[in-house]
């Protein structure tokens, strides 16, 4: 029993440590943060983390900082820098694909009208990044059960410009294909992604955590005395933030475990110049960084008038041998957002469960289909 509370104890103030050590942004030098008329950080405004930056590190990075070298290198091959190159005239005169959009019905996937994933590394704080990871030093997610090594392993090299391999997307927010379930999951609207029923965001863009994706990185954040507000362009997610005199009376606020939410329950403070921002109880069905029995602590600091340094530390360890933290630009946008119509333009929901039916007129279940064809 002693040592079971040792351990707690020890593990409880590392963790206290961890997220403590998430207060590290700053602001630039000089540089004086404004304030709302009630005395709180200012942080209103549109703000995009539009990037080919990504959550964890790529093997062929090995530091956190790039170098002018790694830069070159990492914007010049990226997919979809590279996707964007080809379908534009400018470069491939023979290349029918039109970035104005004339060629939408040709036929085919995303092509550059649609991709707005940004075209450079992320600088936050002035230096370029090769991932949002700052901790662990490797740049990559501790997940329990997973090996550790000291840089991630590398990828298969693939010919500038080559198809992405069978099963995964490229770019920010890189998923597996098949992590919305197999082929047996098309029989109902229920055994679908959330994203894919416009429930919420696709590629964890409300969080927990925010995350940068192939399009529609903006957010508006919106401040009262009381509350604050960030509404995510991707399918309009909003997180409303009830605000608290300090972390104690935001934490004694939680609502209570029953209540499942998505993006989770979250409450908030200010400290100095930062807005803080603590999630707990996340819905389960929601696929994140964040189980229902994990937490997420969120830091929104203002560098410049340009720039908020968005700082995070996931603590969960159902999932993860230690809590991880990461730090990310969202950079002042020109233009607002705009209407994400999700179900409006939901043809693929249609298509799939036509699909699943036709299926099952040809008889047998899905899935029986499905293997049949593997085979």
């Known amino acids: 029993m002693k040592l079971a509370t040792l351990r ?13 050590g998430v207060a590290s942004a700053q602001s630039a030098p000089g540089y004086a943060p404004p304030k709302t008329p009630w005395g709180a950080p200012d942080l209103q405004g549109f703000w995009s983390n539009a990037s080919i930056t990504n959550m964890q590190r790529d093997a062929d990075f090995p530091n956190l900082v790039l170098s002018d070298a790694e830069v070159a290198k990492a914007e010049g091959e990226d997919y979809y820098n590279n996707r964007t190159r080809e379908d534009s ?7 029918v694909k039109l970035l104005d959009g004339t060629d939408l019905l040709s036929g085919g996937g995303y092509n550059a009208f649609w991709v707005d994933q940004g075209s450079h590394v992320a600088r936050v704080k002035g230096t370029p990044r090769s991932s949002w990871i700052v901790e662990p030093a490797n740049g990559r997610i ?3 059960g997973a090996a550790a090594p000291a840089r991630p392993a590398a990828q298969p090299a693939r010919p500038t410009g080559a198809a992405a391999p069978t099963g995964t997307v490229q770019g920010p927010g890189a998923v597996d294909r098949n992590s919305g379930g197999g082929f047996g999951s098309y029989d109902n609207p229920e055994t679908r992604p959330m994203g894919e029923r416009c429930i919420i965001g696709f590629g964890n863009t409300g969080g927990p955590v925010m995350t940068n994706v192939l399009y529609n990185n903006v957010y508006q954040i919106v401040q009262s005395p009381t509350h604050a507000m960030i509404l995510v362009e991707m399918v309009h997610d909003a997180r409303i933030v009830p605000i608290f005199a300090n972390a104690d009376a935001a934490r004694a ?27 707990r109880n996340v819905h389960p069905q929601q696929r994140g960084y964040v189980s229902k029995d994990g937490k997420l602590v969120e830091r929104f600091t203002r560098w410049d008038d340009k720039q908020i340094t968005y700082e995070f530390v996931v603590d969960d360890p159902a999932q993860y041998t230690q809590p ?51 085979r």
């Open 253 to 279: 606020s939680f609502r209570p475990g029953v209540i499942k939410q998505w993006l989770g329950d979250s409450v908030g403070w200010y400290e100095g110049d930062s807005l803080v921002v603590e999630t």
């Open 8 to 20: 707690a104890a020890l593990l409880a103030s590392a963790v206290a440590v961890s997220i403590a």
């Open 89 to 95: 005239k400018q470069n491939r005169p023979e290349d």
């Open 324 to 374: 991880w933290k990461g730090e990310m630009a969202f950079n002042a946008s020109p233009l607002p957002s705009h209407e994400y119509a999700c179900h409006e333009g939901n043809y693929a929901m249609e298509g799939i469960l036509a699909g699943a039916r036709a299926q099952e007129r040809a008889g047998g279940t899905v899935a029986a289909n499905a293997d049949e064809e593997g």
């Open 142 to 144: 501790p997940r329990v």
